[in-house]
């Protein structure tokens, strides 16, 4: 073979002769000729083998020449060929590639098969994918979903077909064919044919789809065979990181090659090199669009998951880019250092570099804690989510991350929110401390173990180790200087100084015993005296001859003397310790050293425990406080995360855990169904399905769980929990029956269990007979005995909650449609309940009055005639009343006979219990009040259904003729019984309002003979002074006002009086309550004192003002009161210290800024009325106020209205604050270009106060926000008129030369101003501000609340503004009779006839 084959550049060059030996190609075959040559191919294929494709590689690339002309099957027919050839080259070669004696020209055939055939193959290849492609957009599936036939089996076909080929490529080339080269050099333009055709199958959009893994992991090891083998490397990493700039979906599939080809194909610095160029480019290049920044994300992210250790070398390269602008990269490198810290850097078998790169990679993340780009906190967050579930997190950065994290917790993105509660959920259920403890638990053992430390180490530092010198070592050094102290005293002296000696030394001899002696004379030679210590050796022998110690001294000479001493002081640092006592300290064992160092550790160690716990502990109560809030917010998904947390909390029993659960029950009737099924499903999974062996087992912990739930509950909780214990009742559980078994057992008092279990059980059991009645009504004998019976006046709360489980059996609970279900008079449970109402009445049970408004509500729900069976109980409840008086009279007069007679009457009067009483009237107001319910709604309801038998009745009874006549006049009839019922419900209604104001307050009904009493005791204070007397007077006299408009327009003034000049709180905020229940019910009569219910908005008691701006928010919303100036009273409370008055009035204006123009109507009034010199307000409450308003003012005819408005007010207001607070409004607004253009244009409004600093600068802010990206033509405006403002500020008004000003001046020189003004509201009592004292009850005309006379004031002049001229005179409610408010604006309500036509 002469010729070599030479991959080309471009398919076109293998027709052009350009190298000596270069093959060329002959003959182009026409399309129409090329299945014959096919055909001609394939025999030759079977026939020679690979090797055909030296003489018939003419016929492949005809078919690629004229792969546009020629019919797919011919291309598919080649393609197989080719694959053939290839796979015949990897089975034939490996023998030729072994032997070493293989001719050249052999060789050069079989490198010539190899080029040619992969060449083919590889071009065919591209071409079938390029128009595989083509046809799949083309028969892309459209609205329809349907693909078209043709397009979807060629397309699956081809799919199956680019296996085979990758796989017969790598049959080849993982053979060592570089053999086959000269020299083993292959040449680029081979290998770049067969890369070139894997990347362009890689650019396929369903390259990453599951479908295409097979495709794509050939595809893969194909790339890792020539980095390996063929020096791909450097191209395989440019390659990768040009795919990814231009197809983003492609992150995933490099992010698994690059991982295959470093593991499995040991190629690791194909990371290196790509990660290089990564990091390599610049932070301006990655801001670009269309730079890839997004794919490069996502390929480290997922490369970081796949080989986390393997990106350790090249981690400085990427961390560049956390300084960058891409917050795409900034997530990336966050999240490659999360999984290195997860899977490589964790563990306590780190070396000191790996903790190292641990700590560092770790302070980097915190950093980005705080990054100025929300997505990037959200996702470190995540990250450390997963750093603490995997455990990798270092004990030591606990209560760092996790305060950081509670930080996040007031972050401005919904999602880092979101992620913050996750990490905090993830730190409570992996907490290496105890979640049960609260910090409070842990106060007290943390003091005692510091102290007990401290004392650890006092004791220590008591005991500090000195230099320890051996006894041996201390009688070497002074054995010398005593020999020659001993030589001397052995030496004969006078007598004198003989007996002298002797006297001294039996004066330290006769005291002591041998041992004793021995102590003192070592205690000599340790403080080198030693000439004391030989003559009291030597004395000592002569006192105690019988001593072991100077036994050797019955012949003294200097050797038996020295022995002797020497025996004293070596032996005395181990006899005792009384030897040693003026002497250094002796040296302490090792061991006890180590022993007390090592609990000295412990301690540490256990203090240091405690600390991190006690912080811990109160990290997550600091948690749970902000996340319980969150489960109010607007935002679904930040509620549902809330949820979840608490969920989480419970589960691992975290202290005040319960406090969320309880929070979030009131979710349950949220209109969000997400938001109420994640309730309920945490309900279920903390409540509902319990563990347990067996059923018994689980019974008792489900009521358990839901009975500490319960406990100390509050009413609105309980009926939140209702309704998911109802709806696990009403499931088809097999729990059931044993749940209501446990709950009768604990009830009836079978299983020892307290009281408040007690309560839970019966108010459960009422939960469950809401599902299925008889469940309490087959057992109300039970329920009669235990809880009503001779011990009812025990436990009033369980009796309390007996009633409300029985009430959950009648008709108004469950709003049954048939005849209603009522119990007979006699029934047990009424004479109970009559016997237990009216026996407390003469009690002082605190608990006695809620027992009796629910025994009273289940009398009128449940029995047969329930008003005369309450007036039996009046009688019966005042006689008890009456005979204990009596008694208490006859008991006095037996104690003092001597007292005038005169004075017995105002005995008897004082005997009266002041309690019982209230009682007695607290059940007259109980009894009134659902005596109108009862009539209003259960009459009613019965006459209506009633009347509906007859009707249906009547029509039953009418023959097929009268139907078939109605039939044909339908419309007409259904108009005039539309009329007919209207009328009829018209009659009924009318009869239940005519009952209520003759009948219910008659002489001859009993609840009339209490209405004189009741006025009394409100009337009269000082009289009757009690606070629960008063209290209870007070709210049965708003109850029998509920009866109909006479008995209200008759006490109206009398309540209000009470309203304003009651001194109890208490008296106060039920008066608002009650007053608000008779504005709905009478709005005609209540309508001229709305001005007395927003005064107590300004009351000096926070209870008073919680309860105003609660009822008046309702009467509001509801459309109850119509909206007017006295808003601003409201307004003021945005700005009250008690944080919850504020959340409530906040409430007020969010919920009123859903009504249109609501608070745009009103802000001009609000501003006045709060800008008023009198109010007082200084200029920072003034603008916090403004503040929230002006944030509901979002339009732009809104802003612009405003702002002439406001501008007019400028000429009317007189004091210099009014001008400021005007400006500031001014400012507050959000200025557009048209309201700056009304601004302009009232420039003579205040262009002669700007002068004044509080003027100037507000409307100078104005300018500056205007100007922030206006165009330049609107800047120059607002640069202009700055100037206007500077200078008149500067200079002042008259000095600013202007001919547009000089004009607009004379204009208003001649022009005259008038001011229209409006009469002076009369108000009959000067205005009570917070915190003054109010007028002395006792001072009022002996003990009785008077109605104040109307005051006589001359009029003043008022400023008022045109905006204020559309709006109705009002007049304010005063107290005289003369001047009760009269009706200004009647409340009609419409008449039933009116709504059925309707």
Not at 476 to 500: G, I, N, Q, R, W
Not at 919 to 924: D, H, V, Y
Not at 988 to 1008: F, V, W
Not at 1038 to 1045: A, F, N, T, V
Request: charged share 25%; with cysteine; hydrophobic share 40%.
């Amino acid at each position: 073979m002469s010729w070599d084959f030479i991959v080309p550049v471009c398919i076109d060059d293998l027709v052009k002769t350009e190298g000596i030996n270069q093959y060329v190609v002959q003959d182009v075959v026409p399309p129409k000729q090329l299945p014959a040559y096919l055909s001609k191919f394939k025999a030759a294929l079977r026939s020679q083998g690979p090797l055909c494709i030296l003489e018939h590689f003419d016929t492949g690339y005809s078919v690629l020449q004229r792969c546009n002309s020629v019919e797919l099957g011919v291309k598919e027919d080649a393609l197989e060929l080719l694959v053939q050839v290839v796979s015949g080259l990897a089975a034939s070669l490996p023998v030729l590639l072994v032997s070493t004696t293989v001719p050249a020209a052999e060789r050069k055939e079989k490198l010539n098969a190899v080029k040619m055939s992969v060449y083919l193959l590889c071009k065919l290849t591209e071409t079938l994918e390029s128009d595989s492609y083509r046809q799949s957009i083309i028969t892309a599936p459209g609205k329809g979903g349907k693909k078209g036939k043709a397009g979807g089996e060629g397309l699956l076909q081809w799919d199956t077909e680019r296996e085979k080929v990758l796989q017969a490529l790598i049959q080849l080339l993982q053979l060592d064919i570089r053999s086959l080269w000269s020299l083993s050099l292959v040449e680029e333009e081979f290998i770049s044919c067969v890369t070139c055709c894997c990347y362009k199958l890689l650019e396929n959009p369903t390259i990453s789809h599951v479908k295409s893994k097979p495709t794509r992991d050939c595809i893969i090891h194909l790339l890792g065979v020539l980095i390996k083998k063929y020096n791909h490397l450097l191209g395989a990493s440019v390659k990768v990181i040009q795919l990814l700039q231009h197809f983003e979906q492609l992150s995933s599939v490099f992010a698994q090659a690059v991982s295959v080809w470093s593991t499995e194909y040991g190629v690791r610095a194909i990371i290196g090199e790509v990660i290089r160029e990564i990091g390599q480019r610049s932070s301006e290049e990655l801001a670009r669009e269309g730079s890839g920044v997004k794919a490069f994300a996502s390929f480290l992210s997922e490369l970081s998951a796949l080989v986390p250790e393997l990106l350790i070398p090249n981690i400085s390269v990427l961390i560049t880019h956390l300084e960058g602008e891409s917050h795409a990269m900034r997530v990336a490198v966050c999240e490659v250092l999360g999984e290195i810290l997860v899977r490589v850097l964790c563990g306590d078998s780190l070396d000191e570099s790996g903790k190292a790169d641990r700590d560092r990679f770790f302070d980097t993340l915190q950093e980005h804690l705080h990054d100025t780009h929300s997505h990037v906190r959200a996702r470190v967050l995540q990250v450390y989510t997963r750093i603490v579930n995997s455990k990798a997190l270092p004990l030591c950065r606990y209560s760092e991350v996790m305060e950081l994290a509670v930080g996040r917790l007031m972050d401005k993105s919904i999602n880092a929110v979101k992620s913050a509660i996750q990490l905090l959920a993830a730190f409570i259920a992996h907490n290496p401390y105890s979640c049960k403890l609260s910090s409070a638990d842990l106060k007290k053992p943390l003091e005692k173990e510091t102290a007990k430390l401290r004392e650890m180490k006092e004791k220590l530092e008591g005991k500090a180790p000195v230099a320890v010198i051996k006894a041996s070592e201390l009688w070497a050094a002074m054995e010398p200087e005593l020999l020659v102290t001993v030589s001397t005293e052995l030496e004969p002296t006078s007598e004198a100084e003989k007996e002298k000696q002797e006297e001294d030394d039996d004066r330290d001899v006769e005291e002591d015993d041998d041992r004793a002696t021995a102590v003192k004379i070592a205690q000599y030679l340790r403080v080198n005296k030693y000439r004391n210590a030989v003559r009291l050796c030597i004395r000592a022998h002569a006192c105690f001859p019988e001593s072991e110690m100077f036994a050797s001294l019955s012949t003294l000479t200097p050797e038996t003397l020295m022995y002797t001493l020497a025996l004293i002081f070596k032996g005395s640092d181990k006899d005792t310790a009384d030897i040693s006592q003026n002497s250094p300290p002796t040296p302490q064992k090792e061991g006890e050293k180590e022993g007390e160092d090592g609990e000295l550790k412990k301690q540490e160690m256990l203090v240091q425990y405690l600390r991190d716990t006690e912080t811990f502990a109160l990290q997550v109560e600091r948690a749970i406080s902000v996340i319980n809030s969150m489960l109010y917010w607007k935002t679904t998904s930040v509620v549902q995360e809330a949820v979840q947390f608490c969920v989480t909390v419970c589960e691992f029993s975290v202290a005040n855990s319960v406090s969320g659960v309880r929070k979030m029950l009131p979710l349950v009737w949220s209109t969000d169904a997400a938001i109420k099924d994640a309730v309920v499903q945490a309900y279920r999974r903390l409540y509902l399905n319990p563990q347990g062996d067996t059923i018994r087992m689980k019974a008792q912990t489900l009521v358990d769980s839901l009975s500490e739930l319960m406990v100390d509950a509050s009413l609105g909780t309980i009926q939140c929990l209702e309704e998911i214990v109802q709806e696990f009742f009403g499931s088809s559980s097999n729990l059931q029956s044993t749940v209501v078994q446990v709950l009768w057992e604990r009830f009836t008092g079978k299983r020892e269990t307290s009281g408040l279990h007690r309560r839970a059980a019966v108010l459960l059991l009422g939960m469950a007979a809401r599902a299925e009645r008889e469940v309490v009504l087959s057992n109300l004998d039970t329920l009669c005995s235990v809880a009503l019976g001779e011990k009812v006046t025990e436990d009033f709360l369980l009796a309390r909650d007996t009633v409300i489980t029985i009430c959950s059996i009648t008709d108004h609970v469950r709003q049954s449609r048939g005849a209603p279900f009522r119990l007979p008079q006699e029934h047990q449970l009424f004479t109970c309940l009559t016997q237990a109402v009216a026996e407390g009445v003469v009690m002082e049970d605190p608990y006695w009055q809620s027992f009796m408004e629910q025994a009273v509500r289940l009398i009128y729900f449940l029995a047969e005639s329930p008003d005369q069976l309450c007036s039996r109980l009046l009688q019966r409840s005042a006689r008890l009343l009456i005979d204990q008086t009596a008694e208490g009279v006859e008991i006095n007069k037996d104690a003092g006979q001597m007292q005038d007679g005169s004075q017995e009457s105002n005995e008897q009067g004082e005997q009266v219990n002041c309690v019982c009483l209230a009682q007695l009237l607290a059940l007259c107001g109980c009894v009134a009040f659902w005596q109108v319910s009862h009539l209003e709604r259960s009459v009613s309801s019965e006459l209506r259904r009633r009347r509906g038998e007859t009707e249906e009745r009547e029509e039953k009874e009418k023959g097929p003729s009268s139907k078939a006549k109605q039939a044909a006049n339908e419309s007409a009839m259904e108009e005039e019984l539309g009329l007919i019922g209207a009328s009829a419900e018209d009659t009924e209604a009318e009869l239940i309002r005519k009952i209520c104001e003759t009948e219910l307050l008659a002489e001859e009904n009993l609840l009339c003979a209490f209405l004189p009493l009741l006025v009394r005791v409100c009337s009269s204070p000082g009289r009757y002074s009690h606070p629960q007397l008063t209290t209870a007077a007070c709210l049965a006299l708003s109850q029998y006002m509920m009866i109909s408009p006479s008995a209200c327009e008759e006490n109206i003034r009398l309540m209000f009086t009470v309203l304003e000049r009651s001194a109890l709180p208490v008296v106060r905020a039920n008066a608002i309550i009650a007053l608000g229940d008779l504005t709905v019910r009478f709005p005609n009569i209540l309508e001229p004192w709305t001005q007395n219910l927003y005064a107590r908005l300004s009351d000096e008691v926070p209870s008073v003002r919680q309860t105003a701006v609660t009822v008046l928010t309702q009467l509001v919303l509801k459309d109850v009161l119509k909206v007017k100036g006295q808003v601003s009273e409201v307004a003021v409370l945005l700005i009250d210290p008690e944080p919850h008055i504020t959340s409530l009035a906040l409430n007020f204006f969010n919920e009123l800024a859903t009504k249109d123009n609501a608070i745009y109507n009103l802000l001009p009034d609000i501003i006045s009325r709060l800008s008023d010199p009198e109010r007082g307000m200084t200029s920072e409450d003034f603008n916090t106020i403004m503040k929230q308003l002006f944030s509901y003012i979002t339009k732009e005819r809104q802003t612009e209205s405003l702002v002439e408005k406001l501008c007019q007010r400028f000429r009317t207001a007189k004091t210099e604050r009014q001008w400021c607070d005007l400006a500031m409004s001014l400012s507050l607004l959000s200025m557009c270009e048209r309201g700056f253009k009304r601004l302009q244009e009232c420039w003579e409004c205040y262009s002669d106060k700007l002068t004044e600093s509080g003027v100037y600068q507000p409307l100078l802010s104005i300018t500056a926000k205007l100007r922030r990206g206006a165009k330049p033509q609107f800047k120059a405006q607002v640069d202009e008129f700055e100037k206007r403002l500077t200078a008149v500020h500067t200079r002042g008004l008259e000095n600013v030369e202007s001919p547009e000003m000089d004009e607009n001046e004379k204009q208003g020189e001649s022009t005259q101003k008038t001011v229209m003004c409006t009469p002076l509201s009369t108000r009959g009592r000067p205005r009570t501000k917070r915190g003054q004292v109010k007028p002395s009850v006792s001072s009022r005309d002996g003990d009785s609340f008077v109605t104040p006379q109307k005051s006589r004031k001359s009029k003043k002049p008022v400023i008022t503004f045109s905006s204020d001229e559309e709006e109705e005179d009002e007049e304010d409610a005063v107290m005289a009779e003369s001047e009760t408010p009269k009706v200004t604006t009647p409340i009609a309500r419409t008449s039933r006839r009116a709504r059925l036509r309707n």
